[in-house]
């Protein structure tokens, strides 16, 4: 990498937004990308937090290091979700703000908004209602990185700005069933079930739910495009306003997979939300739009499966 150019810190550089991210931003020659793997600075430890600023000093931090993973993952390890993501963000905002960042990007969730609400969600939803309850540690640990944006925009100067994105999906997710969300798991079912010739594989639900699923390449390019353009305290949703259902979803991979067999619907396991869509107008008329459709999306992600079996999370 280069050793001149804007000084950006991407943490959380391992995972499936931050390796998108470094993809993204190592074909921007004006860009000069710093990062830490977990076992070199723990971002929950402020002292240590603080020491790499001081010796860094990074210009610009995108915060992709967090505590995430499915409904299964938050209900049985809610202090996790709730504690490492507050002491992620306080270290690290703290940080970016005594060392006078110049910009920093936070990353809420879709997932954080009100569990009742109009769609498509709109950003003034935002605490206007009770979310999901099993989402909760997570979503109030999100709310807090939020709210404590706003405040050093409002209290020291500080540009902060705060991103929503939709559900995620792409390389380097994480297909370890304990820890996944929907989609990579759909990819390592109907890719086991082939494997194994099953004549069938049950899902949860009734398969009517829709959600939106963004393309991680685009998530990354949208937090570009932020970083360069967007200055306020306002959150922004970031997906690409089109919603699918769970059982069209479910079929597309199935396809893509290349599994034969039936797929059946447990519907005695719950739905969760029946829709889940941003409003997505803040971003358009700002002038970014994704680009990636779910096909080519889901092809792109279960070819990066096949190849990297052996170092992905599964
Ligand atoms: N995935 C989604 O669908 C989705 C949707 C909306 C918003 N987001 C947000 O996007 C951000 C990135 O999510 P992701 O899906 O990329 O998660 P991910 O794949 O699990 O990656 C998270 C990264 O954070 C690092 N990390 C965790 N704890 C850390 C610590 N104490 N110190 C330093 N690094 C630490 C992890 O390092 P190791 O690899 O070493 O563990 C990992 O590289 C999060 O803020 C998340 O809330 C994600």
Not at 216 to 245: K, Q, R, T
Request: hydrophobic share 40%; charged share 25%; aromatic share 10%.
């Amino acid at each position: 990498m280069a050793d001149s150019g804007k000084k950006l810190f991407i943490a959380g550089h391992n995972g499936l937004v931050g390796r998108a991210l470094v993809k993204l931003y190592s074909t921007r020659p004006e860009w000069r990308i710093i990062t830490r793997g977990k076992a070199e600075l723990d971002l929950r430890d402020p002292h240590a937090t603080d020491a790499f600023f001081a010796a860094e000093r990074p210009e610009y931090v995108i915060l992709a290091a967090a505590t995430v993973g499915g409904i299964k993952a938050s209900y049985t390890h809610p202090v996790d979700f709730l504690l490492n993501n507050l002491q992620i963000q306080n270290a690290v905002l703290d940080a970016a703000h005594r060392f006078d960042v110049k910009k920093l990007l936070f990353l809420g969730s879709t997932c954080i908004y009100p569990k009742v609400v109009e769609m498509p969600i709109r950003e003034d939803s935002l605490l206007t209602g009770p979310m999901e309850e099993t989402n909760a540690p997570y979503g109030v640990a999100k709310i807090a990185g939020i709210k404590l944006c706003q405040g050093y925009r409002h209290q020291h100067g500080r540009d902060f700005i705060c991103g929503m994105p939709a559900n995620l999906y792409g390389p380097h997710d994480n297909f370890d069933p304990e820890h996944s969300h929907v989609l990579p798991s759909l990819i390592r079912r109907f890719h086991e079930a082939k494997n194994a010739g099953a004549p069938q594989v049950t899902l949860w639900g009734s398969g009517t739910p829709k959600r939106e699923f963004l393309f991680v390449d685009d998530l990354a390019e949208a937090c570009a495009f932020l970083l360069d353009h967007y200055s306020s305290g306002e959150i922004v949703n970031i997906g690409n306003g089109w919603e699918i259902s769970i059982r069209e979803a479910a079929e597309v991979i199935r396809d893509i997979v290349g599994y034969h067999g039936e797929i059946l619907w447990d519907t005695s396991q719950p739905d969760g939300n029946p829709r889940r869509l941003l409003d997505v107008s803040r971003l358009t008329s700002l002038g970014w739009r994704a680009r990636t459709d779910f096909r080519e999306g889901v092809e792109k992600t279960y070819r990066w499966f096949l190849e990297n079996r052996a170092s992905a999370r599964v």
